[in-house]
């Protein structure tokens, strides 16, 4: 495995990155997760749109055009010979002195990660997961915008947490009010009426290039989407109910906290869209 840092690669053991750098000292960075699929790189575009738009919020210097990152991620996966996998993208506030102040940081250090991932075991993708709902919330979307896919996931990983220690694997987050925001690191849909629902990023939830996906599959299969408001009520009562990230893909969620949702097992809707996902990933 040869690991991008900065636009040299090196041997795993030997990618290494300061103590001084401010992602690790302060979560100050953001990234991506991408996948590979059958040799090509699954939304490339859309997931470097993302990564630009996340630093552009945040105020960090990429010191790199949107096109040379793309053809840096594209270079990565082809000297690792990747035909299936994960990219992992991480552009970090760079090395400075300790204290918070970001305009200390001289230059972003750019990673490019190219493995694989897998976040649940194939039976769940069968025979769909049970989730609860966390007590942890959302970060306010005034205090830190959802859409910025930052280096911050201590909120979702005492969610994540909480769903490990109720001996699931997975956890609904909700926000400040009490409505649905998202799952630990996937979108959440319900299906109702033969329709789609997710949370509105507005409401807490990451603007994933996953649940946009979805949602174009739905609308070219004549099943109507909408961004919505969500309680914990609707997802008790949905006719169907599913999550969505680039690692999860899409997965069948078919209890939460203790309540079966529609039969209890993957259904109609959320079955075409798996086979619409995958047809897609293979084209
Ligand atoms: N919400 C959150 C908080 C996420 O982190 C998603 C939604 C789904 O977004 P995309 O754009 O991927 O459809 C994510 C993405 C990991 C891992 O290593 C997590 C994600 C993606 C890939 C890997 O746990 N989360």
């Given at each position: 495995?040869?690991?991008?840092?900065?636009?040299?690669?090196?041997?795993?053991?030997?990618?290494?990155?300061?103590?001084?750098?401010?992602g690790l000292?302060?979560?100050?960075g953001?990234?991506?997760?991408?996948?590979?699929?059958?040799g090509k790189?699954?939304?490339?575009?859309?997931?470097?749109?993302?990564?630009?738009?996340?630093a552009k919020?945040i105020?960090?210097d990429?010191?790199?055009t949107?096109?040379e990152?793309?053809?840096?991620?594209?270079?990565?996966?082809?000297i690792?010979?990747?035909k299936?996998?994960?990219?992992?993208?991480?552009?970090?506030?760079?090395?400075?002195?300790?204290g918070?102040?970001p305009t200390?940081c001289?230059?972003?250090?750019v990673?490019?990660?190219?493995?694989?991932?897998q976040l649940?075991?194939?039976?769940?993708?069968?025979?769909g997961?049970?989730?609860?709902?966390?007590?942890?919330?959302?970060?306010?979307?005034d205090s830190?915008d959802?859409?910025?896919?930052?280096?911050n996931?201590?909120n979702?990983?005492?969610?994540k947490l909480?769903a490990?220690?109720?001996g699931?694997?997975?956890?609904?987050?909700?926000n400040?009010?009490?409505?649905?925001?998202?799952?630990?690191?996937?979108?959440?849909?319900?299906?109702?009426n033969?329709e789609l629902?997710?949370?509105?990023?507005?409401?807490g939830a990451?603007?994933?290039?996953?649940?946009?996906?979805?949602?174009e599959?739905?609308?070219?299969l004549g099943?109507?989407t909408?961004?919505?408001?969500?309680?914990r009520?609707?997802?008790?009562?949905?006719?169907?109910?599913?999550m969505?990230?680039?690692?999860?893909e899409?997965?069948?969620?078919?209890?939460?906290?203790?309540?079966?949702i529609?039969?209890?097992?993957?259904?109609?809707?959320?079955?075409?869209?798996?086979?619409?996902f995958k047809?897609l990933i293979?084209?």
């Open positions: 495995m040869k690991i991008y840092i900065d636009g040299k690669y090196y041997d795993r053991k030997d990618a290494k990155i300061s103590v001084f750098d401010h000292l302060y979560g100050d953001i990234f991506e997760g991408i996948r590979i699929y059958n790189v699954f939304k490339l575009k859309e997931h470097i749109e993302r990564l630009y738009q996340s919020a105020l960090l990429m010191h790199m949107e096109e990152m793309g053809n840096a991620v594209l270079d990565a996966v082809n690792n010979k990747k299936n996998g994960y990219i992992r993208l991480i552009v970090t506030r760079g090395e400075g002195p300790l918070i102040d200390t001289k230059k972003a250090t990673i490019i990660i190219v493995s694989d991932i649940y075991p194939d039976e769940y993708y069968k025979n997961i049970e989730i609860i709902t966390a007590s942890s919330r959302r970060i306010p979307s830190l959802p859409r910025i896919k930052s280096l996931y201590l979702n990983i005492m969610a909480e490990r220690h109720s699931c694997l997975e956890a609904v987050m909700l400040r009010e009490g409505f649905v925001a998202e799952c630990t690191g996937d979108n959440m849909f319900i299906v109702k033969n629902f997710t949370p509105a990023p507005f409401h990451l603007d994933g290039i996953t649940m946009r996906t979805v949602m599959i739905a609308e070219s099943i109507k909408h961004e919505a408001t969500l309680t009520y609707d997802l008790y009562n949905a006719e169907e109910c599913f969505t990230g680039t690692g999860a899409i997965i069948p969620v078919i209890k939460i906290d203790g309540r079966i529609g039969d209890g097992e993957p259904m109609v809707v959320t079955k075409r869209l798996i086979n619409a047809k293979m084209s």
